[in-house]
T-cell receptor, first 113, second 110 residues
Framework: EAGVTQSPTHLIKTRGQQATLRCSPI?????VYWYQQALGLGLQFLLW???????NRGNFPPRFSGRQFPNYSSELNVNALELEDSALYLC????????????FGSGTRLTVV | KNEVEQSPQNLTAQEGEFITINCSYS?????LHWLQQHPGGGIVSLFM???GKKKHGRLIATINIQEKHSSLHITASHPRDSAVYIC????????????FGKGTHLIIQP
């Protein structure tokens, strides 16, 4: 069974540009979660999508947004990139039925120069 | 909001040593995770537990709900165990109910 897949693995952008990160959950999982792991910090919750809808978002500005597609894959968009957006962005998925923990992807390392 | 603290932040040990990583949290939880993150960045879930003890190979995780404390032990450590180990506490309420520690960076030297 394929795990949670993220693309691209690495992304380099210039300040002010937009970045788009993608995540495909495990088959059968309907919930997708996005986390940011900045250097020296723990994982910070960004966004939660379930059944195509945004269920919750963390304490991040509106330029962090996303969506979930009918096949449950998800996209994270970061507009007007700032240097401090440089981080590892991790996606996780779950079945959405009760709490059985999350399965994480390998992440996208975003570097803003 | 739950606060999750891990100790030590960094740990270097010799191959074969018994390793203990600690995690404490501030509010009641329904589940606690131990995660492993290798230098490439990907995270692997090692354990999810809500009481007692779990064992998988050379890894053992314990939790004391009353003391709000969990430990991850590695027996007969090996250089391939070198990674960042992250504790995450789930206190319910959806995705923002999962609070992560900052991780323990473990290096096992041959």
């Amino acid at each position: 069974e394929a795990g949670v897949t993220q693309s691209p693995t690495h992304l380099i952008k210039t300040r002010g540009q937009q970045a788009t990160l993608r995540c495909s959950p495990i088959s059968g999982h309907t919930s997708v979660y996005w986390y940011q792991q900045a250097l020296g910090l723990g994982l910070q919750f960004l966004l939660w999508y379930d059944e195509g809808e945004e269920r919750n978002r963390g304490n991040f500005p509106p330029r962090f947004s996303g969506r979930q597609f009918p096949n449950y894959s998800s996209e994270l968009n970061v507009n007007a990139l700032e240097l401090e957006d440089s981080a590892l962005y991790l996606c996780a998925s779950s079945s959405g039925q009760g709490y059985y923990g999350y399965t994480f992807g390998s992440g996208t390392r975003l570097t803003v120069v | 909001k739950n606060e999750v603290e891990q100790s030590p932040q960094n740990l270097t040990a010799q191959e074969g040593e018994f390793i203990t990583i600690n995690c404490s949290y501030s509010v009641g939880i329904s589940a606690l995770h131990w995660l492993q993150q290798h230098p490439g960045g990907g995270i692997v879930s090692l354990f999810m537990l809500s009481s007692g003890k779990k064992k998988h190979g050379r890894l053992i995780a314990t939790i004391n709900i009353q003391e709000k404390h969990s430990s991850l032990h590695i027996t007969a450590s090996h250089p391939r165990d070198s990674a960042v180990y992250i504790c995450a506490a789930y206190s319910g309420g959806g995705a923002d109910g999962l609070t992560f520690g900052k991780g323990t960076h473990l290096i096992i030297q041959p």
